[in-house]
């Protein structure tokens, strides 16, 4: 008697389990499918939109997603947008190309040169230990509100990712490799070229990739402070007439950019780094 | 001018050299002298200076005294006609087989790239030319550094136990490839090992390095092909292993007492 109740709750169990194989749960194949991850940005987005509808949340402190569509709309037709996107796009670019050229030349001067490391590394380490906003009322006295104290801050705030990293990469290729050149009858230009710069590259490529998200980040604080274009001027001018909906694409287009740009510095990564299984 | 080169080895003498890192004294007094295109296996205890002794005569350490010569030069920085193969193969991984093999190569672009397809090719691995060494087992990759080093023509060729990472049937059939290469390139080949059936299976003549010395200079006057396992291989190698041993127990009595 006993042993047939077991039986069947054992059949009922491999049938279950059967059917579990067979077709997957609905709620096992939402998570399975592709959407899964925009699940819930999705639903929160939703429930913004109707928050706003429904008037329980004020226009001054949030506008609704519709309305930051029709801003985003009405900004590209008078092409506004284009006008500060690229304003503040040269900004970025202009100001990470000095500062990561820079933190590069240092990096390599001091990763490859035990005098300079000597001369140089304390007052760089002095210096990157200034949180570099803090010096936004100075830059204001020395460059005025021009363009050239946003290049600056950004050049500043780029600098030491790229070189710290550039500086631990070169110090952290095999010496292995290095005395095989070496007695391979390398060099010292084909040394670096071949040896020390590829095997620093992935330790560079991460300072690269930090350095961009310094880069928003600076270029942000500077053009709401000081700017007469620019992504942060459009958001700090839309704030001054309460534009919550032009705020709020102020800051997704920073989110869009900051994306880009790591999506740039990834694909760098596969082409640069081929040779490494992990980025194949 | 490469062919007038390379149809042979370097002759090798070494005087009286002795060298020393901080307070350790890791060889004293050496005396050797390696005719052209032999094959000399250095065996020893791990410690015991063989490598040392290899890195000398790459030019990768200088001896505090002493003299080394290769042919009738003084060994100096690297030169282009000795080559080290190491116990790992010091691939540089981004760079394809084919560029790894062509490093410090001079000429056309064109010219290196033949040279080092053929070279792999020695090798058995022209084929895989422009795979990143990452693809490589562990046996290839040493094929591939072997390649490197043949590349350049050495008449000198230093390996610094190319073999010991390597397993059991693969170690054979390098030792067989190296053993090939060494007889159609004849140029001066050095080994260290810390596996003497390897040097008997190799080397013309065995030398063990011991307290900072040669401890014994064995030739080795077996017919090639040898055959491993064969009695007069096991001989040697009982010889040269009790002498290892004998060795290392008075060692082990002067470290305790």
């Given at each position: 008697?006993?042993?047939?109740?077991?039986?069947?709750?054992?059949?009922?169990?491999?049938?279950?389990?059967?059917?579990?194989?067979?077709?997957?749960?609905?709620?096992?194949?939402?998570?399975?499918?592709?959407?899964?991850?925009?699940?819930?940005?999705?639903?929160?987005?939703?429930?913004?939109?109707?928050?706003?509808?429904?008037?329980?949340?004020?226009?001054?402190?949030?506008?609704?997603?519709?309305?930051?569509?029709?801003?985003?709309?009405?900004?590209?037709?008078?092409?506004?947008?284009?006008?500060?996107?690229?304003?503040?796009?040269?900004?970025?670019?202009?100001?990470?190309?000095?500062?990561?050229?820079?933190?590069?030349?240092?990096?390599?001067?001091?990763?490859?040169?035990?005098?300079?490391?000597?001369?140089?590394?304390?007052?760089?380490?002095?210096?990157?230990?200034?949180?570099?906003?803090?010096?936004?009322?100075?830059?204001?006295?020395?460059?005025?509100?021009?363009?050239?104290?946003?290049?600056?801050?950004?050049?500043?705030?780029?600098?030491?990712?790229?070189?710290?990293?550039?500086?631990?990469?070169?110090?952290?290729?095999?010496?292995?490799?290095?005395?095989?050149?070496?007695?391979?009858?390398?060099?010292?230009?084909?040394?670096?070229?071949?040896?020390?710069?590829?095997?620093?590259?992935?330790?560079?490529?991460?300072?690269?990739?930090?350095?961009?998200?310094?880069?928003?980040?600076?270029?942000?604080?500077?053009?709401?402070?000081?700017?007469?274009?620019?992504?942060?001027?459009?958001?700090?001018?839309?704030?001054?007439?309460?534009?919550?909906?032009?705020?709020?694409?102020?800051?997704?287009?920073?989110?869009?950019?900051?994306?880009?740009?790591?999506?740039?510095?990834?694909?760098?990564?596969?082409?640069?780094?081929?040779?490494?299984?992990?980025?194949? | 001018?490469?062919?007038?080169?390379?149809?042979?080895?370097?002759?090798?003498?070494?005087?009286?050299?002795?060298?020393?890192?901080?307070?350790?004294?890791?060889l004293?007094?050496v005396?050797?002298?390696?005719?052209?295109?032999?094959?000399?296996?250095v065996v020893g205890r791990?410690?015991s200076g063989k490598?040392t002794l290899?890195?000398?005569?790459?030019?990768?350490?200088?001896?505090?005294?002493?003299?080394?010569?290769?042919?009738?030069?003084?060994?100096?920085?690297?030169?282009?006609?000795?080559?080290?193969?190491?116990?790992?193969?010091?691939?540089?991984?981004?760079?394809?087989?084919?560029?790894?093999?062509?490093?410090?190569?001079?000429?056309?672009?064109?010219?290196?790239?033949?040279?080092?397809?053929?070279?792999?090719?020695?090798?058995?691995?022209?084929?895989?030319?422009?795979?990143?060494?990452?693809?490589?087992?562990?046996?290839?990759?040493?094929?591939?550094?072997?390649?490197?080093?043949?590349?350049?023509?050495?008449?000198?060729?230093?390996?610094?136990?190319?073999?010991?990472?390597?397993?059991?049937?693969?170690?054979?059939?390098?030792?067989?490839?190296?053993?090939?290469?060494?007889?159609?390139?004849?140029?001066?080949?050095?080994?260290v090992?810390?596996?003497?059936?390897?040097?008997?299976?190799?080397?013309?003549?065995?030398i063990l390095i011991d307290q900072k010395r040669i401890a014994f200079?064995?030739?080795?006057?077996?017919?090639?092909?040898?055959?491993?396992?064969?009695?007069?291989?096991?001989?040697?190698?009982?010889?040269?292993?009790?002498?290892?041993?004998?060795?290392?127990?008075?060692?082990?009595?002067?470290?305790?007492?």
């Amino acid at each position: 008697m006993l042993s047939g109740v077991h039986d069947r709750i054992e059949a009922e169990v491999a049938s279950e389990a059967a059917v579990t194989q067979a077709r997957p749960s609905l709620w096992q194949r939402v998570a399975d499918s592709r959407l899964a991850p925009w699940l819930v940005p999705l639903a929160l987005l939703a429930l913004w939109q109707v928050a706003a509808s429904a008037g329980w949340l004020s226009t001054r402190v949030a506008p609704s997603p519709i309305a930051v569509v029709r801003a985003a709309w009405e900004l590209i037709r008078s092409g506004e947008i284009f006008v500060h996107l690229w304003a503040s796009f040269v900004r970025a670019l202009i100001g990470f190309l000095i500062g990561g050229v820079i933190g590069l030349a240092l990096g390599f001067l001091n990763g490859g040169f035990k005098v300079c490391e000597r001369l140089l590394d304390t007052t760089i380490q002095m210096v990157r230990n200034v949180p570099h906003l803090s010096l936004i009322p100075l830059v204001i006295l020395w460059f005025g509100i021009d363009e050239a104290g946003k290049l600056f801050l950004v050049a500043l705030g780029t600098l030491f990712p790229v070189y710290l990293n550039t500086f631990h990469g070169i110090r952290s290729v095999d010496p292995a490799l290095i005395e095989m050149g070496r007695s391979y009858g390398l060099s010292n230009w084909q040394l670096f070229k071949r040896v020390i710069l590829p095997g620093a590259m992935p330790s560079i490529l991460v300072g690269v990739r930090f350095a961009l998200g310094f880069m928003w980040l600076t270029l942000i604080v500077a053009e709401t402070i000081s700017a007469s274009s620019g992504i942060g001027y459009m958001a700090m001018t839309a704030r001054e007439f309460m534009q919550t909906d032009v705020v709020v694409v102020a800051i997704l287009l920073y989110a869009l950019l900051g994306k880009l740009a790591d999506t740039a510095s990834r694909l760098l990564e596969r082409r640069l780094l081929r040779w490494n299984p992990a980025f194949q | 001018m490469k062919t007038g080169q390379q149809t042979s080895g370097i002759e090798l003498r070494i005087e009286s050299v002795s060298k020393r890192y901080g307070t350790r004294q890791v060889l004293q007094d050496v005396n050797l002298s390696v005719g052209q295109g032999r094959f000399l296996a250095v065996v020893g205890r791990s410690g015991s200076g063989k490598s040392t002794l290899l890195r000398l005569l790459a030019g990768l350490d200088r001896h505090d005294q002493g003299r080394i010569w290769l042919d009738d030069r003084a060994v100096g920085d690297a030169r282009s006609d000795t080559r080290i193969m190491y116990q790992d193969a010091r691939l540089l991984p981004w760079q394809t087989v084919a560029d790894n093999v062509a490093l410090g190569l001079k000429g056309r672009r064109s010219d290196i790239r033949r040279t080092a397809i053929e070279s792999l090719d020695q090798v058995g691995l022209a084929d895989r030319a422009d795979e990143w060494p990452s693809v490589l087992s562990g046996g290839q990759r040493q094929r591939v550094a072997l390649a490197r080093a043949l590349a350049h023509r050495p008449r000198l060729l230093l390996l610094d136990e190319p073999l010991g990472a390597l397993d059991a049937l693969t170690r054979i059939e390098m030792q067989q490839l190296i053993e090939t290469l060494w007889k159609v390139h004849r140029f001066t080949a050095v080994l260290v090992t810390h596996d003497v059936a390897e040097a008997i299976a190799l080397a013309d003549r065995v030398i063990l390095i011991d307290q900072k010395r040669i401890a014994f200079d064995l030739d080795i006057e077996l017919t090639r092909p040898r055959l491993r396992g064969h009695a007069a291989c096991a001989d040697l190698e009982g010889r040269v292993l009790s002498r290892l041993l004998t060795r290392g127990s008075t060692q082990t009595d002067v470290q305790a007492a």
